[in-house]
């Protein structure tokens, strides 16, 4: 998994179209991005990449590619 | 801790009659789709814990009649007064003999498991021949303990009452426990208002979603091989797994990590929601899981934590009882 099929993941959490989303999104902008997103997303990443997502970290996220920073390394 | 000298007899549930469905949001079908609940009972504003509980425990008396109950332990976290204990107002009510110990406990979702520890360590250790724990918690609207514009807690809870029957009993099979807490965690789930501490803030349940499901993951799989190891069971052993049950989310992740094939894995969400405390009495009784070796865990407020390994085969699973 590299941060573009990261990036393509978490759209895909969120039910966004595919391309519609970057790592320069601002998640505050994203009305997906709620409660259930946020649980979703540490699901995913202990699922999918082993990465146990502390939640304070997640909250201090601005961006989409802030999240990607969170898995960056199990990413390729 | 392994456990000997006491037997699970019986189990018994009660919900109240009022649905709820997830239509109070606009987007009720995306939570329902991700909580794996479509609705929940609630109790109305009279119906406390204790009522819900003793509609349980009355359909029990028949087989185990009320003057062979020598203890009763009553956990809830809304219990009808401060002072006295619940415990000493339900003896009144199913007529229990005076001889009978009674007490209450505070729990919340550990509290079914918790509780047959509790219960199990008296009776293995001679201290009454026969408990009867019974579990309930009202979390759900109408009844004021939730915000009813909170999406983090509004969907998900609903209300229910358990009652159980454990005995005293030397030839009963061995029972694996491993407790556990985490009091660094008690901020992510905590009622301000609801004690001395904060008197007169909040009353209502105010939940950290992310760190409840973060805890869980780390927590929960752990807890499970654990208490398989002190048994010496593998999953494979296992006829059925109950985990309190928190919402979909938070089953399914579980389930994965510690590796449970599905047809041994218990959800019975779908149409009671996360009832705290009595949900995995609950789920034995709605899901109708048949006896046999079980896997138990229950976990969260507290943060806290209890696992049981039992084999239950021989234990009467009630059917459910619809209060009117």
């Known amino acids: 998994v ?12 969120l039910e966004r179209d595919t391309r519609s989303i970057d790592e320069q999104s601002m998640l505050a902008e994203l009305p997906e991005w709620d409660s259930m997103a946020a649980i979703g997303f540490i699901a995913m990443t202990d699922a999918e990449l082993g990465v146990a997502v502390r939640p304070q970290k997640l909250f201090e996220c601005k961006t989409v590619g802030d999240l990607v920073g969170l898995a960056a390394e199990k990413l390729s | 801790v392994i ?29 329902a789709k991700f909580t794996g609940i479509r609705e929940r009972r609630v109790a109305r504003k009279n ?12 359909p029990l ?7 062979s109950i020598d203890c009763l332990i009553h956990i809830t976290q809304a219990p009808d007064y401060a002072a006295p204990a619940t415990s000493c107002i339900v003896h009144e009510t199913l007529q229990l003999p005076q001889q009978c110990s009674v007490f209450d406990a505070v729990q919340g979702c550990s509290a079914y498991v918790y509780g047959l520890w509790m219960a ?8 009454a021949k026969r408990a009867m724990l019974l579990v309930g918690d009202i979390n759900a609207v109408p009844a004021d303990n939730i915000e009813p514009t909170d999406k983090a807690t509004e969907p998900l809870f609903g209300d229910a009452g358990t009652a159980t029957i454990i005995d005293a009993d030397p030839s009963a099979p061995p029972m694996t426990y491993v407790n556990g807490t985490d009091g660094t965690g008690w901020r992510f789930l905590v009622v301000p208002g609801s004690g001395r501490r904060q008197f007169g803030e909040s009353t209502k349940l105010q939940m950290d979603g992310a760190e409840v499901f973060a805890f869980t993951l780390r ?3 752990p807890l499970a091989h654990a208490v398989l190891a002190e048994a010496g069971w593998s999953i494979d052993d296992c006829d059925a797994v109950v985990l309190h049950q928190a919402n979909k989310v938070i089953l399914d992740a579980a389930r994965t990590k510690i590796g449970v094939p599905a047809e041994k894995f218990v959800y019975g969400l779908e149409h009671f929601g996360n009832t705290g405390g009595p949900s995995v009495g609950l789920a034995l009784v709605t899901e109708k899981v048949k006896p046999g070796k079980w896997l138990l865990l229950g976990f969260g407020i ?5 696992g049981l390994a039992v084999d239950a085969s021989g234990v009467d699973v009630y059917p459910l009882v619809e209060m009117p």
């Open chain 2, 3 to 31: 456990i000997r000298g006491a037997r699970i007899r019986a189990i018994s549930a009660a919900v109240p009659p009022e649905r709820r469905g997830q239509d109070y949001w606009p987007d009720g079908p995306k939570i």
């Open chain 2, 302 to 306: 507290g943060m806290s934590w209890s």
């Open chain 1, 2 to 13: 590299n941060r573009s099929d990261f990036v393509r993941r978490i759209e895909n959490l």
């Open chain 2, 219 to 221: 927590e929960i799989p």
């Open chain 2, 120 to 127: 199990s360590c008296i009776l293995a250790a001679g201290g």
């Open chain 2, 47 to 58: 119906i406390l814990p204790s009522d819900m509980n003793v509609a349980a425990a009355i």
């Open chain 2, 61 to 67: 008396l028949e087989k185990y009649p009320r003057e």
